[in-house]
């Protein structure tokens, strides 16, 4: 059976800390793959620049983004996901701290498959990280040829 | 007739007068003189008549001429016959006079009316004065007709004068307002554009808050709380605490961004303009309060048919604080009583909101609207000071105002109006 695996898309290493911890707790840790920006992301999921030996890699199960990133946001890693024949019906969940309604908005008519606030408490953080990361890997069936 | 022409063996006149040179002298001096008068009165009359060819009745004048003529001409066969006898072309004369003065006589008679009816000499000369007269007062009046004509045709170019005057003093405050206008236009452009700037300024501000903020206080929380569950075997209660301390800390921190970011949202400006159902919007929220604290004992009266006109987000975050206000500091009061209805002051509805909660001293009421700023510790009623602070924003935007009331223990009503021109409180008869 394939493995399949999540993109974590987090510039705070804290943030990346905790989310990895409660992944940790139900098991997916080993199935997390972490990029720490825009342009990184986009690099690792075309197979390009760093990550060139990816070329011919499996996609994974589904990408949890930040908006606020460095190099490239958020909102334009997920257009150019979009715009990409191999990358258009990967899913992609926005994780982010902004509540803000237009950020919401820009993100569902960008194609975001979910929008997921960062919850300030630490247990409902580890709690909905978790269900999303079982989610994603082991309830939601994936597109076509992702 | 042969008889007649027949003289011989007539005297002539002078002869019966026996050659008395007195008498002769005298009677043929005066037929001489009357003939010559005669003669010099027909000439005249002659001549008046060939020089005034329009005469009214010519022919009777013609007439006379020649009767007068003719009796000169008689007088002088007078003369002629004192030493000639031809008496026969004296008869001959004489009866030409005769005929020609009794034809004059005759066509005199029926011109009698004609002639009384023509005008006097006098009359003439008065109706000529009349006339005179009459030609003096026209010229007059024509006179004075010019001059009115000249001062009206004068005052016709000095109106005119100023009517173009006028115009000009128009088209130049006209021109005047237009540049007055095109400056406040360009000018109200320019503060638009900065107040534009300012608040994408704020909402750029209040996105790092979000954001930024956040995240920090996210790590502090989270691994405190890590550290609690991860190593709690290890730690003295002591520790413990010491961590669930920072964690609480953190939460209110949390919550104070928040209500930052509330208060910054508020003053975002209204997006809508839309008639809210304040009275359906106020018992939804009054059962969802009801919801979370199903073991509080509220009773709660809502007026129907209270209609507002306004951003329906922001008006629903009105009512939630005014609300959620009424519902906390009503706590402790047994029964609690909250109460929302409209009310007419100064020709203006007021929308309000009133409890009999723990209510307030009036003397911190300017401290009210104020963020951050409590009239109730902590550890009396929780909360950041945001709320009342949103509203008034949140009203004020719409063009309202809010107005507090309270005493302490007695509970608070809170009253606001929208803009008066958009808001409405309408009240139905159930």
Redesign the interface.
């Known amino acids: 059976m394939k493995i399949k695996t999540i993109l974590l898309v987090e510039d ?1 290493r ?2 990346e800390k ?1 989310i990895l ?1 409660a992944l940790h707790k139900v098991n997916l840790v080993n199935q997390v793959q972490v990029v720490r920006d825009g342009q990184q992301a986009l690099d690792y999921l075309f197979g390009q620049g760093e990550f060139a030996d990816r070329a011919e890699a499996a996609l994974p199960a589904a990408v949890l983004l930040d908006i ?1 990133l460095p190099r490239v946001s958020g909102l334009d890693v997920l257009a150019q996901l979009r715009a990409n024949p191999r990358t258009k019906l990967l899913p992609v969940v926005i994780l ?5 309604e237009r950020d919401r908005l820009r993100c569902y008519q960008e194609g975001a498959n979910s929008f997921v606030r ?1 919850p ?4 409902e ?1 580890a709690e909905t990280v978790a269900r999303l990361g079982v989610y994603w890997v082991a309830v939601n069936e994936p597109p076509e040829g992702a | 007739m042969g008889t007649f022409f027949d003289f011989s063996g007539l005297a002539p006149h002078g002869m019966c007068l026996l050659w008395r040179d007195d008498l002769f002298w005298a009677l043929g001096g005066t037929d001489a003189a009357i003939s010559a008068a005669y003669i010099s009165i027909g000439m005249t009359i002659l001549h008046f008549i060939l020089r005034r060819k329009d005469m009214y009745l010519r022919w009777v004048a013609l007439l006379f001429a020649a009767f007068i003529i003719l009796c000169a001409t008689s007088h002088a066969t007078d003369v002629w016959t004192l030493w000639y006898a031809d008496y026969g072309v004296q008869v001959i004369v004489k009866s030409v006079t005769a005929i020609v003065s009794l034809v004059t006589a005759v066509a005199l008679w029926p011109l009698m009316p004609r002639a009384l009816a023509m005008p006097s000499g006098a009359q003439l000369s008065a109706a000529n004065q009349a006339l005179t007269e009459e030609i003096h007062e026209r010229r007059q009046v024509e006179n004075s007709l010019r001059d009115t004509e000249e001062h009206l045709r004068k005052a016709h170019e000095s109106l005119e004068r100023k009517v173009e005057e006028r115009t000009w003093q128009l088209q130049e405050s006209e021109a005047r307002v237009l540049r007055l206008n095109a400056d406040l236009e360009r000018r109200v452009e320019d503060r638009t554009a900065e107040l534009t700037a300012a608040n994408r300024e704020l909402d750029s501000f209040a996105y790092a808050v979000s954001h930024d903020l956040r995240a920090p206080l996210r790590a502090m929380m989270g691994f405190s709380d890590a550290l609690l569950q991860d190593f709690a075997g290890q730690m003295e209660d002591e520790a413990k605490d010491y961590l669930g301390e920072i964690v609480v800390a953190s939460r209110h921190m949390g919550e104070l961004i928040d209500g930052l970011l509330q208060l910054s949202r508020s003053t975002r400006g209204i997006r809508r303009h839309d008639l809210v159902d304040l009275s359906a919007l106020a018992t939804r929220l009054l059962q969802e309060l009801a919801m979370l604290e199903p073991a509080r004992s509220v009773t709660w009266q809502v007026a129907p048919g209270l209609v507002a006109r306004g951003d329906p987000d922001m008006l629903e975050v009105v009512m939630r604080n005014l609300l959620g206000n009424a519902w906390k500091y009503t706590a402790a009061k047994l029964p609690a009583a909250i109460r929302v209805y409209a009310e007419q002051q100064d020709d203006q509805w007021f929308f309000c909101v009133s409890d009999n909660g723990a209510g307030f001293d009036m003397v911190h009421a300017d401290k009210l609207f104020q963020p951050f700023q409590r009239l109730h510790r902590q550890d009396e009623f929780s909360g950041i000071g945001i709320g009342l602070a949103t509203v008034e924003r949140i009203v004020r935007r719409h063009g309202g105002r809010i107005i507090a009331e309270a005493a302490p223990d007695l509970g608070a009503t809170f009253r606001f109006c929208l803009n008066s021109s958009d808001a409405q409180a309408e009240k139905e008869t159930p």
């Not at chain 1, 982010?96 to 803000?100: G, I, K, R």
């Not at chain 1, 300030?120 to 247990?123: A, E, M, P, R």
């Open positions: 705070n804290q943030d905790l911890r606020n982010t701290s902004s509540d803000e960062k300030l408490d630490f247990t953080l």
